[in-house]
T-cell receptor, first 111, second 118 residues
């Protein structure tokens, strides 16, 4: 058990609304990641964090922002949701060269 | 930029048989790590096996083993004695540590959907 909790597990919202997904870890891992999973694309990195208040962009960061004010929490925000952001979102954590461990995912539908 | 390719979108295997899932990657680096993750219908991402590029010996975890060919940039997963519970999507992943920036970013393949038939 990697101790990662994502909330909510499911969310349906409308285009143009702000959405925040939360990732909480019970360990003290330095690195945390947000991915999106879409058919035919595997997992693509949105943003990652390498410490409190230290974040950087991944390959599909447009339209997303993140914040990490505490070691245990990593938030992903869609400022104005679009239908193209309908996806399954995964949070992961890890330390140095150890394998990542994942949360159970959030299914987000934007109508 | 590194890329990871899984050329088999779907595969099936009879229960108790052996199946091999392929993965190739492209990198100019010498120090990196490779992983296989399993995603069953429950949607969880579960680590199956890990390989360090500097190790010549192929990693093994019970019924799961890899064939790591560094020169060919190939990292295939062999599942022996397939079980119904092995039915899942399998993702190959590449990670290269960046010691200058202190970051560890992963690149995933598009996945292979494996179905084990009774």
């Amino acid at each position: 058990d990697a101790g990662i909790t994502q909330s909510p597990r499911h969310k349906v919202t409308e285009t143009g609304t702000p959405v925040t997904l939360r990732c909480h870890q019970t360990e003290n891992h330095r690195y945390m990641y947000w991915y999106r999973q879409d058919p035919g694309h595997g997992l693509r990195l949105i943003h990652y964090s390498y410490g409190v208040k230290d974040t950087d962009k991944g390959e599909v960061s447009d339209g997303y922002s993140v914040s990490r004010s505490k070691t245990e929490d990593f938030l992903l925000t869609l400022e104005s949701a679009t239908s193209s952001q309908t996806s399954v979102y995964f949070c992961a954590n890890g330390d140095s060269n150890q394998p990542q461990h994942f949360g159970d995912g959030t299914r987000l539908s934007i109508l | 930029a590194q890329t990871v390719t899984q050329s088999q979108p779907e595969m099936s295997v009879q229960e108790a048989e052996t199946v091999t899932l392929s993965c190739t990657y492209d990198t100019s680096e010498n120090n990196y790590y490779l992983f296989w993750y399993k995603q069953p219908p429950s949607r969880q991402m579960i680590l199956v096996i890990r390989q360090e590029a500097y190790k010549q010996q192929n990693a093994t975890e019970n019924r799961f083993s890899v064939n790591f060919q560094k020169a060919a940039k190939s990292f295939s997963l062999k599942i022996s004695d397939s079980q119904l519970g092995d039915t899942a999507m399998y993702f190959c992943a590449f990670m290269k540590p960046s010691f200058t920036s202190g970051t560890y970013k992963y690149i995933f393949g598009t996945g292979t959907r494996l179905k084990v038939l009774a």
